[in-house]
């Protein structure tokens, strides 16, 4: 079984801390959506059956029930999805009418991502979002009343302009309604964006680490009180509930990307897509399928560091059993880096992580790589 993700670049308007490859844009749209068909078509020998499919962006809400229907019939026609587990689908507050929703329901969308980000108007204009804070909430109501179960909501944490209580009644909102998955991004400031412009020009400054240390440790006292599971750094799920498509990427299962700027991953073997639409739709319209995709074998070295680097961010952690029988040459190493960093504190006996483990999982990653 393997992933399958499709990614839509198109937006309303570009965030200002999206690093993502997404275009203020919908021209072309029509033409994209032919060839996502296109390359569906020439890559389904790269993967079989399905397990999980993934609609990211961008904002896949731009798109038309129709031009969703048509991807998904090509999916259908291409690949075995009669297994298939989950289908999500990411969209913004302000497209989540009933309407829209049933249909993608109908199309069997299974799960799911809304873009809240935040419940303060003042958060969300100042993140050049479209949507305003009754509007998430309303997203939030219709998709329940259309009889979704499995909803996900993303917000972010550390916000230069916001504060901290603002993020409690973020938590505090979210809860209220019967979701079942929240997940909670630390604002990275990604290079060339504008809200990076906007903290080197002095528009802003940083959060700093011991604000940030703080909101992190009250979200997942906060959301394990109601019932969350914190499984990942910034995952949080009602039981059973984790994310099956972003679980598979961190447990290297493969997985197949489709559209400009999509990765896949299959054994040892690394592709993506150009970050260009222009020259994505102009290669598969000649039929060009090699000029905007590149690929690397990964050497076992490079497919250990990655391991180290994807469990440590899993709050079940590391597994000695699959080191010693997937990475045999490194087995040694990793009983003392581990023992280390049980001994450091980073690490329960078990191998998962420890609150310390958490605050400083980059400085983990280091030690045991």
Not at 161 to 174: G, Q
Not at 214 to 243: G, R, V, W
Not at 261 to 276: E, G, L, Q, T
Request: net charge negative; proline share 1%; glycine share 4%.
């Amino acid at each position: 079984m393997a992933s399958l993700y499709i990614h839509i670049p198109f937006c309303h308007h570009k965030c200002i801390y999206c690093g993502f490859y997404s275009l203020a844009s919908q021209k072309d749209k029509d033409l994209y959506v032919d060839c996502l068909v296109k390359e569906l078509s020439h890559r389904r020998d790269f993967i079989k059956n399905v397990k999980t499919i993934y609609f990211g962006g961008g904002t896949p809400s731009v798109l038309t029930l129709d031009q969703v229907s048509k991807i998904m019939n090509a999916i259908a026609m291409y690949y075995d999805i009669s297994g298939t587990e989950e289908i999500t689908f990411e969209l913004n507050s302000e497209n989540a009418t009933k309407q829209y929703l049933g249909g993608l329901k109908s199309l069997g969308i299974n799960r799911l991502s809304i873009g809240v980000q935040s419940f303060d108007d003042k958060d969300l204009r100042l993140l050049n979002r479209s949507h305003t804070s009754i509007q998430s909430k309303q997203a939030i109501s219709n998709a329940i009343d259309v009889g979704f179960e499995n909803i996900s909501i993303d917000l972010i944490s550390n916000l230069p302009f916001s504060s901290f209580d603002i993020w409690k009644t973020n938590l505090e909102t979210a809860v209220s309604f019967d979701i079942k998955h929240i997940s909670c991004y630390t604002l990275m400031i990604d290079e060339n964006t504008m809200l990076e412009r906007m903290i080197k020009n002095g528009k802003y400054a940083q959060v700093s680490e011991q604000r940030a240390l703080e909101e992190f440790d009250y979200t997942m006292s906060f959301l394990q009180d109601n019932d969350f599971i914190h499984y990942e750094t910034s995952s949080y799920a009602k039981p059973c509930y984790q994310s099956k498509h972003n679980t598979a990427y961190w447990t290297f299962e493969s997985y197949l990307g489709i559209g400009a700027s999509a990765h896949s991953f299959k054994k040892s073997i690394r592709c993506w897509n150009d970050s260009n639409l222009e020259k994505y739709i102009a290669c598969i319209n000649n039929n060009d399928f090699n000029s905007f995709c590149q690929s690397e074998r990964l050497s076992l070295q490079e497919r250990y560091e990655e391991y180290i680097m994807l469990s440590a961010r899993m709050q079940k952690g590391l597994n000695a059993d699959y080191v010693q029988k997937t990475f045999p040459a490194f087995y040694d190493k990793f009983q003392r880096q581990v023992k280390r960093a049980i001994d450091n504190g980073y690490l329960n006996n078990d191998l998962s992580l420890t609150k310390k483990g958490w605050h400083l999982q980059d400085t983990l990653i280091l030690e045991l790589i």
